[in-house]
């Protein structure tokens, strides 16, 4: 006869068992099947035949699967960084009193409610050479017009849009952290004598970093995946000046009718992303 | 589909819209319409100049009229030609390339892929010698595949080639500009082909097939309710209905160019090769690698070529 608490312990593990069974079809069936999928040739419409490690090999020789790496890399570290700076100035400011702090925070998240295509649309207006916003601007200031997404500027250009869609989700977590830094140490502080950057810096900050390093962590995994921008813009384009990996993938699977290679494709950027989550997870721990 | 082609009258088919769904002498596919890519030109500049336009209008005669009313200075250019990542930028390369004598294949295997020409060559530094000399705008090699819409619909071009969205914006938003544009179509026309096929896993194939027929034998609905309406998006693939069309001034160039309209030319037969090709923009990246990186012609060329023959080896063998 089962003894009380280990009753208890079996109840609740067949209680979670239906939510463990939807989670593993919904997570872990999906990330099986391209892995499977990844040592197959699998055209379209086709039967898949097993080919080994071939897939990767070939993944692994090609250019531009670095390439793709490189401006994956290049594009998500400067826009994480700008959008902390942002979300965390606009957090700053919007957590003192004022009037209309409440219309300016609801009006600050809007472009992160936004559906992403919707961003991305506008953008492309915005950025259009004869038509667009920002040259109109420009011209009516007598200065010169830019191209935004030539060959020069494309990364830029989409780290701009990245950032405007992504910042405000900094700015809510950060928001949220700054409200529970407890008044009466800010308080404590200044009767010390330490200024207001000493605040910030002693106090502020240490109570925050716990929901910078998360908010991070995600922003940097939800950029490096970031796709509908990118292929809505410039299609990874001029030449392979905005060739992300999501792109790639995306053109093996839908332009080369491979699913095994774009399998493996998306296997191989995995390593980036899990090293990510595991420091999420262990900051969640702490 | 062979049944039905010929329920309907295969005589009345134009020939590129059988052969686009034929396989080893079977067709496969009804088409339904097909939507040719034709230049737009400002009349009202070309009269302001006393410019004569010959139809079809070569690609080289397209140069000659761009140069003539070329004006970089005021953001305004002869080929409003997009190279940017896109569909259109092969499309419009297709007409150019096989007004030159280009075509991707002799036969369907890797050997047979025929990229690596005189013709490739030719229509590369056509295109190139435009971009340099700002016949075409700066920034054509970002547009997407509206980039030469707006760039003929906000007055930056003196013509482009499209199919008929352009016509059916401008009749809705500026009539103006719409009563301005000249129509005409190139020597050889690119442009897809749509139609129907029935899966073999179709139930009832036999009534699908009495359905299709039942679609296509009233050539008044199919002209009057779906053609028409169109504006020359959707042109016709019947030879009696093009010939009714020619009588009405928009339709003439739309219904003359119906006839000469090709997917992939000159065989415009199914191929998986270039189903392939086209969405990887190997095209658009070999014309990109000589004006934005300034990679040798031929040396893009053979770049070109060798990722059309790697795709062909792969469905077709050596």
Redesign the interface.
Known sequence: MLSLPRKQSLIGYVLILPALLIMSLLLLYPFFYATWLSFHTKMIGAPAIYVGIKNYLDVLASKDFYIGFLRSITYTFPAVFLKLILGLGLALILNQEFKGRRIMRSLAIIPWVLPVFVVAFIW?WMY????GALNIILRSLGLPVV?W???DN?MMSLIIVNVWKGFPFFFMGILSGLQSVPQDLLDAASVDGASTIQRFRYVTIPYILPVIYIVSLLSIIWTYGDFTTIWIL???????ASLVLPVLIY?TL????DAGKASALSILTMPFSIFFIYLIVRLLRR | MDDVINEIGRDDFFEPSIKVGTLEGKAYQLSLWCEPYLWHIRKDILEKKGIQVKTPLSWIDAKEIAEKVNDPANDFYGLGITLGMNEDTTNQWNSLWWSFGGQYYTSKRASGVTLKSSATRNAVEYLVDAYKRKLIPPDAVEWDSAGNNKCYMGGRGMMVMNPASIMYSLSKDNPDLFNKTLLVYPPIVFGGTNGFVIYKTCKYPDLAKDLLVYILSDKKSYTERFIKPSWGYCCPIFKSVAEELKKIPYWEPFANAAEFTYGSYPFNEPCMALDEAGPKYIIVKMLQKIILEGQDIDAAIDWAHNEYVSIFRKYYGD
Not at chain 1, 234 to 240: A, F, K, N, Y
């Open positions: 492309m259009d050479y004869a038509l191209r997404l030539s060959i494309a410039t299609r990874g384009g001029p030449g392979d053109q839908y332009a080369e009718f």
